[in-house]
């Protein structure tokens, strides 16, 4: 795990209380907007910043995440662009850790050593790539591990015992649970059903679990900040990043996530 995850983890549990992970496009709707977008949703107290790059093949993505994408590509905006935001956000707030998600294509033209070097360099802390299989991830995980960033694994309620074995071998940083058998911001996730599997996997790993895929609203994410050790909300913050002019989407993504901050910091409180 890299060491700004694992001191955020950690602290968090010494709070009693979840990680507020806030998923982003880069480049949406342009690189200036984004860079201002993330900043303010840092500043309003995201606790990890999941930074998306656009694709243009998204087959997890729901609606809310493909328009994103879409905006960012029209810009002519991809993973160069998301590791120059990655890059600006890390000078800027040298604590947080920040995560790169998207899909393979664009990695492995690079070259796994390439972009482990890049993703590096931008002060990335791990990255999601959920569309390659922990059969497959060995040359981009290895890359990363050798310069401490953590490839993050992801299980969902189909994974059975012994493919949740495969997934924990190699697997770092956190475990990211999809908590509904679909894509992003399609539906909303079961409260019940996320939490029988949340103890079963912990029964086999002590990676922290961030649950994400179906919360949207600030009551969602303090009722899976009750069990969950993090949350992850994208769609919701991707519709607001649309949701107006782009001068006042900084505010507008502030607001949201102030209150989605607010939510999971106080789901544990008797």
């Known amino acids: 795990m890299s060491a700004r995850l694992a001191a955020r983890f950690a602290a968090l549990k010494a709070e009693g209380r979840a990680?507020?992970?806030?998923?982003?496009?880069?480049?949406?709707p342009d690189i200036a907007t984004s860079l201002a977008v993330m900043d303010a949703a840092i500043r309003a107290g995201a606790d990890i910043l999941e930074i998306g790059f656009p694709f243009t093949d998204p087959s997890a993505d729901g609606p809310s995440v493909q328009r994103a994408g879409e905006r960012a590509l029209a810009a002519g905006n991809g993973l160069p662009a998301a590791l120059w935001i990655a890059l600006t956000l890390r000078e800027r707030h040298p604590e947080i850790p920040l995560i790169l998600m998207g899909y393979t294509n664009p990695v492995e033209c690079l070259g796994a050593e390439v972009?482990?070097?890049?993703?590096?360099?931008?002060g990335l802390d791990g990255v999601i790539l959920v569309d390659l299989p922990p059969e497959e991830d060995a040359p981009v995980r290895l890359a990363l591990a050798e310069r401490g960033l953590a490839m993050i694994r992801l299980a969902t309620p189909t994974t059975d015992g012994p493919r949740l074995t495969r997934i924990l071998d190699g697997a770092a940083g956190f475990l990211y649970y999809v908590a509904v058998a679909g894509v992003t911001g399609a539906q909303a996730a079961a409260p019940d059903t996320a939490q029988a599997a949340l103890q079963a996997i912990r029964a086999r790993t002590d990676l922290p679990i961030a649950l994400g895929f179906g919360v949207r609203t600030p009551e969602?994410?303090?009722?899976?900040?009750?069990?969950?050790?993090?949350?992850?909300?994208?769609?919701?913050?991707?519709?607001?990043?649309?949701a107006g002019p782009a001068q006042t989407a900084p505010d507008r993504v502030g607001k949201l996530v102030n209150a989605l901050a607010d939510a999971v910091r106080t789901a544990r409180l008797c």
């Not at 990680?19 to 949406?28: E, I, K, Q, R």
């Open 220 to 242: 969602a994410a303090a009722l899976f900040a009750g069990f969950a050790d993090g949350v992850v909300v994208g769609s919701a913050l991707v519709d607001a990043v649309g």
């Open 115 to 122: 972009f482990a070097a890049r993703a590096a360099q931008a």
């Open 19 to 28: 990680a507020l992970v806030a998923y982003l496009m880069a480049g949406d």
